[in-house]
């Protein structure tokens, strides 16, 4: 049970190097998440997809564009990486219903130089 | 805007103890609240949701409490063990619209059970 799979789960980037961080899940779920984990900060919302084919901004998007590919895949893009984006990303889902847990990937950890 | 806070920050402990984790909330129009682990290095892990129409829920050694009216949860966790040492969140559900929801986070509560 493999749950939500992110990849890669370490990477180190320089300046204006572009990454895409990779995001699936097994369970059928409808809606997507990309948080970020900073030290002090809690988890913050990057962007979200509420079904195939629908995504939002979240509290914090500037530097970040979402594709989600299809019902399983969800994947996050820096297009021009800057150190105030070292962290850790986290890809999460649920289903549709508000009233659903929500299940993380493992995170991935992101420093930027 | 919705602000989730947990005291303390960092908590030790010795094992058998029995221990409360706070969190509070500003806006109390949320939809539930979940209560998350995380250990170092890992994800996230559900441990409870305690929907709004709700006053507890309770998992094994764990009980969580909400009052919205005063913007408060609590996790109860009974005759604490090493095993239970990691991080504590809880995040509530706040609809922005009937199409849309965001889970703003606490930043959580370090324990630490020492033997």
């Known amino acids: 049970n493999a749950g939500v799979t992110q990849t890669p789960k370490f990477q180190v980037l320089k300046t204006g190097q572009s990454m895409t961080l990779q995001c699936a899940q097994d369970m059928n779920h409808n809606s997507m998440y990309w948080y970020r984990q900073d030290p002090g900060m809690g988890l913050r919302l990057i962007y979200y997809s509420a079904s195939e084919g629908t995504t939002d901004k979240g509290e914090v998007p500037n530097g970040y564009n979402v594709s989600r590919l299809n019902k399983r895949e969800f994947s996050l893009r820096l297009e021009s990486a800057a150190p105030s984006q070292t962290s850790v990303y986290f890809c999460?889902?649920?289903?549709?219903?508000?009233?659903?847990?929500?299940?993380f990937g493992n995170g991935t950890r992101l420093t930027v130089t | 805007k919705q602000e989730v806070t947990q005291i303390p920050a960092a908590l030790s402990v010795p094992e058998g103890e029995n221990l409360v984790l706070n969190c509070s909330f500003t806006d109390s129009a949320i939809y539930n609240l979940q209560w998350f682990r995380q250990d170092p290095g890992k994800g996230l892990t559900s441990l409870l949701l305690i929907q709004s129409s709700q006053r507890e829920q309770t998992s094994g050694r764990l009980n969580a409490s909400l009052d919205k009216s005063s913007g408060r949860s609590t996790l109860y966790i009974a005759a604490s063990q090493p095993g239970d040492s990691a991080t504590y969140l809880c995040?509530?559900?706040?609809?922005?619209?009937?199409?849309?929801?965001?889970?703003?986070f606490g930043t959580g509560t370090r324990l630490q059970v020492f033997p």
């Open positions: 999460a889902s649920s289903p549709r219903s508000l009233n659903s847990p929500l299940h």
């Open positions: 995040a509530v559900r706040n609809p922005v619209n009937y199409n849309t929801d965001k889970l703003i």
